[in-house]
């Protein structure tokens, strides 16, 4: 069966840098692009990106260039997301997701990250 | 940019259908029948119900089905249930280099 499994809840300062991680089983990791989602507190899904394993290949959303940093670790499967300094507003729960060809068909369960003001 | 457009709200009672449009522009919907939808209730992982405008993967029920004309498509729920009730994410390629994006969402009452 697919699954991702991604790291725990996160309680972060403002400037502080955090990788969270989604562990991929299952299929072939290589192959499937991974992207990340961001739902910010009681707001709707965005679109952050994807990574593709086999070349970590990456496209950023506009709001998210220069931001965050999407990584890979094919020897464990597991792909990365990453901030070099924490903001309030990068408070939300962070998913990542197999993308099944030009959608996504498997979801983490979601990784809740909070940046106290 | 702007997310692809879908009502806040919508609302039915058991038993009855209901649609949710998802609107777009000509650099996603328009083109490109890759569409998605996906159900999310509260607190938990969304879950894909419909993809490539109109295909529904295994173990979704057929009560629930996608269309697309021009640049809105549509998710369409039938007989519904209590366990329908969540709130609904339309989701389309677009050629703008970012690869997918997210409609606003839609919260589905079942009243």
């Known amino acids: 069966d697919v699954q991702l499994v991604q790291s725990g809840a996160e309680v972060k300062k403002p400037g502080e840098s955090l990788k969270i991680s989604c562990k991929a089983s299952?299929?072939?990791?290589?192959?499937?692009?991974i992207g990340w989602v961001r739902q910010m507190p009681g707001k709707g899904l965005e679109w952050m990106g994807i990574?593709?394993?086999?070349?970590?290949?990456?496209r950023y959303g506009p709001s998210f260039q220069g931001q965050v940093i999407f990584s890979v670790d094919k020897s464990i499967t597991t792909a990365f997301l990453q901030w070099s300094a924490l903001k309030a507003s990068d408070t939300g729960v962070y998913y990542c997701?197999?993308?099944?060809?030009?959608?996504?068909?498997?979801w983490g369960q979601g990784t809740r990250v909070t940046v106290p003001s | 940019q702007s997310a692809l457009t879908q009502p806040a709200s919508v609302s039915g009672f058991p038993g009855q259908s209901v649609s949710i449009s998802c609107t777009g522009t000509s650099n996603d919907i328009d083109i490109y029948n890759y569409v998605s939808w996906y159900q999310q209730h509260p607190a938990k992982a969304p879950k894909l119900m419909i993809y490539?405008?109109?295909d529904r993967p295994s173990g979704v029920p057929g009560r629930f089905s996608g269309s697309k004309s021009g640049n809105t498509a549509s998710l369409t729920i039938s007989g519904l249930q209590a366990e329908d009730e969540a709130d609904y994410y339309c989701c389309s390629h677009t050629n703008n280099g970012t690869f997918l994006m997210f409609g606003g969402g839609t919260k589905l009452t079942v009243l």
């Open positions: 990574i593709y394993p086999g070349t970590s290949d990456t």
């Open positions: 299952g299929y072939s990791f290589n192959h499937y692009y």
């Open positions: 490539d405008a109109s």
């Open positions: 997701a197999r993308m099944g060809g030009r959608w996504i068909d498997y």
